[in-house]
């Protein structure tokens, strides 16, 4: 079992930058790939970025604007986010998976953190 909780999220004008983070329970964070995952009101949970052991891989809407990464050390995912704008408004979900799990694969994921909320002002 691993339980995920995220951090990080608030409010931001257009421009800006937030880090979230996900902390992970658990002696094995390292054998899991670990994703990042939004979604907006109305509309669908979204991949958004994720890490296999050190190989990172994104959604083409953050692509040169996020970047995922991890410190095994502390059992812990980041996605550090650049030049946000209002369409990247949503609740931020991390998880974790098997790492054999399908890039971006939303149901190939076990664990799930219960959400922060980001929102961008313009």
């Known amino acids: 079992q691993v339980q995920l909780v995220e951090s990080g999220g608030g409010l931001v004008q257009a421009g800006g930058s937030l880090r979230l983070s996900c902390a992970a329970s658990?002696?094995?964070?390292?054998?899991?790939?670990m994703g990042w995952f939004r979604q907006a009101p109305g509309k669908e949970r979204e991949f958004v970025a994720g890490?296999?052991?050190?190989?990172?891989y994104y959604a083409d809407s953050v692509k040169g604007r996020f970047t995922c990464s991890r410190d095994n050390a502390k059992n812990t995912v980041y996605l550090q986010m650049n030049s946000l704008k209002p369409e990247d408004t949503a609740v931020y979900y991390c998880?974790?998976?098997?790492?054999?799990?399908?890039?971006?694969?939303?149901?190939?994921?076990?664990?799930w953190g219960q959400g922060t909320q980001v929102t961008v002002s313009s």
């Open positions: 658990g002696r094995t964070f390292s054998s899991y790939a």
């Open positions: 998880a974790a998976g098997a790492m054999g799990v399908i890039d971006g694969d939303a149901a190939g994921y076990d664990y």
């Open positions: 890490i296999k052991w050190s190989v990172t």
